[in-house]
């Protein structure tokens, strides 16, 4: 068994620290973490263009760890209109999965910046250049979760999702 757990939201939302909260709390060695800020700006450094290479990169460590059986969690802004097509792919070779959306404003997203390590590295005026907005996917309905969610009620959710769903093999 395997299971695919994608995080989407705007920058600053909190899905980087949610996907670190469930992999500290899942056993040791069964959860493949796939940050798209890492793919794209650390290991490529592209920008979040269409056709860039960090969605096939992101594709294809993601459906690695699908094939050794693990729980897989895919994180980042994952803008519909260029990561819709691969999420999809995923999730079809995927066991079970799971689909997870922050939906928040503007506003909100900047509060919670301002909370991070990474305030200091872009502003809010760079920041509203990626807002969006919500942006579904079109082919799964995704658990939106929204300023009144908390990050321990958030990763309570997700974790009783994949564990209910990793147990009951």
Not at 28 to 46: F, G, I, K, N, Y
Not at 102 to 116: N, Y
Request: proline residues 4%; hydrophobic residues 45%.
């Amino acid at each position: 068994m395997n299971a695919l757990v994608v995080i989407r939201g705007n920058s600053g939302s909190g899905k980087t620290t949610v996907a670190g909260e469930l992999q500290r709390r899942l056993p040791r060695a069964s959860c493949l973490v796939v940050p798209q800020d890492t793919v794209r700006r650390h290991m490529l450094r592209e920008n979040d263009v269409p056709h860039a290479l960090n969605i096939e990169l992101i594709e294809h460590i993601a459906a690695f760890g699908l094939t050794c059986g693990l729980i897989v969690i895919v994180e980042g802004i994952l803008d519909a209109d260029r990561y819709g097509a691969m999420l999809e792919r995923l999730t079809g070779s995927a066991t079970r999965a799971f689909h997870y959306g922050f939906d928040l404003s503007f506003d909100e997203t900047v509060r919670r910046h301002a909370d991070r390590p990474q305030a200091k590295d872009f502003s809010p005026d760079r920041m509203a250049q990626w807002y969006h907005g919500w942006q579904p996917l079109p082919f799964v309905d995704e658990v939106r979760f929204d300023e009144t969610w908390g990050l321990a009620a958030i990763v309570n959710r997700i974790y009783d999702d994949v564990h209910a769903a990793w147990t009951a093999v």
